[in-house]
């Protein structure tokens, strides 16, 4: 059986908002936030992996484990095979949920249905949100996910797409990797699509990877900029998810 760990990356850099991941929010740094909502998904133990002792210390308070990562690993999935291979080199976990460490609003529901979308024959797991509105559909920064009937990922793109009448399906910023699978995406050299979209997953995909994907009702923004956190703090002030 599965034994499967949340590994939440983090670092302290941010070209808009700096040191976001200890940004307040009611009191409490985002990075416990998410380690809150980790912990009540009940996928597994929770691990962040931190680029600072800062991020390390609150996570350690927070009751998390933390590792420290090299900070000038290039992805938070470089930097949860890192923390993961540090503290777990007797293999006992063998799937790997990447939660972002700027998603305090995501529902822990959500983060046990990316969990359970990883079905025998995958590789990673993820999430898509369905949308129907035209400014979405045309902002390269929503990424769009294109799945076929079964939940197989096709495509990722900052396109339009697909084309013609139907929502889009947004992709939403969590990966459930195979230990194997994450060992092979981070050892292999970016890939042409993922450096023309500037998506990682692209990787996966051009390397023969499955992906499946979920859907949710819910989009969960992450926190990139100063407006995002006051969005996150007005969400939050009604308790969290």
Known sequence: MSQTIIVIPARMASTRLPGKPIADIHGRPMIAWVIALAQRSGVGPVLVAAAETEIADAARTAGAEAVLTDPDLPSGSDRVHAALEAFDSARR???????????????????????????????????VSPSSDAAERDNPNVVKAIRAADGRCLAFTRASAPWGEGPIERHVGIYVYRRDALARFVAAPPSPLELREKLEQMRA??????????????????????????????LLARGPP
């Open 93 to 127: 976990f063998d799937v790997a949920v990447n939660l972002q460490g700027d998603m305090p609003t995501m529902a822990p529901a959500d983060v046990a249905r990316a969990a359970a979308a990883l079905r025998p024959g995958a590789d990673i797991a993820t999430l």
């Open 205 to 234: 995909l051009e390397m023969g990877m499955t992906i499946v994907a979920d859907a949710v009702a819910d989009f969960p923004k992450g926190v990139d900029s100063p407006s995002d956190l006051e969005a996150a703090r007005a």
